[in-house]
DNA sequence: AATCAGCTTGAAACCGGTTTCAAAATAATT
DNA sequence: AATTATTTTGAAACCGGTTTCAAGCTGATT
């Protein structure tokens, strides 16, 4: 790999002359430049951007930490991170934290180290706190409340995901819909949970729940607890959309159809549930708007420094498909 | 953030001898040690990696780059290949090259400056073997046949994959098995074709199959035109596990049932395939293998220089569930 | 007591870039 | 033509670490 100080000897001046073509920094004699610039094709070199990051306390890369690379939810949003970051010249990196403490704050370290601009994280522990807090990088909390921690929070509105799932399922006639409680530490599962107890409340239905995982590998044994629990379930609002594949699995096993005896309501929006087998209703998140957004604000926070936007509660949509039917007929 | 002045100040000795103690790398006065300890601990002092590795040229860092951070089977070697870096002290970062040459160009060209201990890449497009070429790090690939440009190939041996499955349909009884046949490009995608093409040769079949991108959003239209241009098909061999999410979906809507009019088999084996409903009977890959060997090779070649293990080819396994059924009735 | 070997140590060089600073070259002014 | 203002340039310092190297110290040997 060609140096800067190849280019440098072979154009027949400094390297600092050198860095000032490649950056635009200072005038260089138009002779030089031309010299330089042949130079830097011949060698074909390209700067070191974690050397110059050392200096420059920016390297152009974005951080995603997730709990899982396995779940399709965040991936989506990933996506979009990368998208977003692409178009303004940063790249992203995205690290598997494995909801490990440890591995938490090994990759939080290490984007330290490497002068990334910015972390987006769904910061599952508490206890990396005191590693946040240490992080002198901008950070960007997807499932959290806002706190002064954190540079900014994105998150939909999971309270209107949880109200309007719930009211949906009523008005197509449902009496006892169970909901699949996603873990209480995080913001999420709390608000979803809250906006379905308070529609229940509002139209005199007893809340029904089981405690579920938001990772797919649990939602064999959560199906089949929830239906022995409830036996009269009339309607299932699902922790995520993934979590349903469990759920149709353990009913078709069953012998009971959806949505005839009984219906589906799935969180996330993600792609994989307009594959589903009936095609699932789902709570749409804006995942495109999520990823860009908190790429967005990281970016901003480099080139302007404007600390506004610290928290930002995106809508959710209703899609109707096919887990759901009106009685009244009205199929979406 | 504390650096190692700050700690050698406290400690009243040099960053030398600070630099020292961290790594064992010279006998220190028994005295100090303990004083640098303390001064580490209060000022929680963590050495900056990617600044040391400008020096040492190993940051203990494994690249992963991807086509794309959708695919849940190259996710799930993902995770492998996390679990095996941190069990040896390293980090795991990964990349979304969204098979666009210029995001694999500057992935790799990042992970070079970030002095990356190796990196484990599907190349899709050829055009970036020069990029390969001048990169002076250890590279697994895993979609591709073994070349002097790669440290090592990594992959699960494809022709069988094509042969066992293909003869598990004849032996259900199929006499029309279509395969969706993955990008020529990829080696992955010849090799399960040459095994197809054989044992229907074998077997006095007439080949059948059409043309298939491993992206779930191309399956709908694939299983569609599969139909139409086959319409006697009674087997399919999909592409991957993912898109069989699509046929089922085309097949359910046209009225064919799975596995008594049209039987399936999916490849790669992820965990989404017992999932599905019926369970796909698939060609299991050693997901887990291919992500453990590819991330050993490249710390034994940082620890060891060992060369050997340049090309590795790991079984696969047909896994029988409910998308095949025998004639004769014995159902797996 | 003087010499020598062996250990411990900090100053300085290094990794690959960027930027400051002061000198050198050029342009403008009188 | 001489002086001053302006621009262009390379040497050196810097980012945060590691390592070399030679000096300082210790203890052993004669």
Do not use: W
């Amino acid at each position: 790999m060609a140096q800067i100080g190849d280019v440098a000897k072979l154009a027949g001046v400094s390297s600092a002359t050198v860095s000032r073509v490649i950056n635009g920094s200072a005038k260089v004699n138009e002779e030089k430049v031309k010299r330089v610039m042949e130079a830097i094709e011949v060698t074909g070199f390209k700067p070191n951007e974690i050397a110059r990051s050392l200096y420059k306390k920016s390297s152009r890369i974005i951080g995603y930490i997730v709990p899982s690379i396995l779940n399709i939810f965040l991936n989506e949003i990933g996506r979009a991170i990368e998208d977003e970051a692409f178009q303004n010249g940063y790249k992203m990196i995205l690290c598997n934290s494995d909801e490990n403490p440890k591995k938490e704050a090994a990759y939080i370290q290490m984007l330290t180290a490497m002068n990334a601009d910015g972390i987006i994280i769904t910061a599952n522990n508490d206890n990396l706190d005191e590693e946040i807090r240490n992080c002198p990088l901008p950070i960007v909390v997807l499932d959290k409340e806002a706190s002064s921690r954190y540079t900014a929070v994105v998150q939909s509105d999971n309270y209107s995901g949880g109200r309007i799932s719930t009211e949906h399922l009523l008005e197509c006639g449902c009496r006892h819909p169970v909901l699949m409680r996603g873990p209480q530490k995080y913001s999420s599962g709390r608000q979803r949970f809250l906006g379905y107890v308070d529609v229940c409340n509002e139209h005199g239905i007893q809340p029904l729940f089981i405690d579920s995982q938001f990772s797919s590998n649990d939602g064999l044994r959560c199906t089949q607890e929830l239906l022995e629990r409830f036996p009269y379930a009339d309607g299932i609002l699902a922790v995520n959309d993934m979590t349903v594949l469990s759920i149709y699995k353990v009913l078709s096993a069953r012998g009971r159809r959806v949505p005839e005896d009984i219906m589906i309501v799935g969180y996330d929006g993600v792609e994989l549930g307009g594959l589903m087998n009936p095609a699932l209703t789902t709570v749409m998140q804006p995942i495109e708007e999520i990823g860009r957004l908190s790429a967005k604000i990281i970016i901003d926070q480099v080139e302007d420094k404007n600390p506004d936007c610290r928290e930002n509660i995106l809508p959710v949509q209703l899609k109707v498909r096919q887990t759901t039917r009106s009685q009244a007929g009205n199929e979406a």
